[in-house]
């Protein structure tokens, strides 16, 4: 058994120096592809690189435009805000003009303020009163005087 032990490893030799064509052109095969993927894999690594360049191009443009909108909306709402306040300013000037113009007629500012309204049932009263001494009464239509 020792024998066609030992007799076995040399076949396996034997027949592999038989076809070294097969195994060299296997190899080359081999290699060639190897180097197919290598060049392969490459140019996927060139064709991320360019990606990645594009879209990081791409996102500062976008954030750049994005900052300007930024700023100009911030802008525009801060002048709108400005004019409002003018607005407001306005408004509250015209208020004091008529309240003014109504005290110098002699009457009050209606405000929803309970004084100001009480005040003003006052005065109303008291123009009633004046009114009734000038102007003649009506009775069921005909007008009498006092």
Known sequence: MASSDSTAPLALVSSKKENPTPIASKIAELN??????????????????????????QVKVYRDELSELKKTLNDEV????????????????????????LRNLG???????????????TKIEEID????????KEDNGKVTEE
């Open 107 to 121: 009457l009050q500012d209606v405000s929803g303020d309970s004084k100001h309204s009480q005040s003003q049932e």
């Open 78 to 101: 801060e002048q709108l805000r400005s004019e409002f306040q003018d607005l407001r300013g306005t408004l509250h000037q015209q208020q004091e003009d008529v309240t003014a113009s």
């Open 32 to 57: 060639e592809s190897r180097s197919e993927l290598l060049s392969r894999i490459e140019s996927l690594k060139q064709d991320l690189q360019s990606w990645r360049s594009k879209l990081d191009t």
């Open 129 to 136: 009163k004046e009114e009734e001494q000038v102007l003649p």
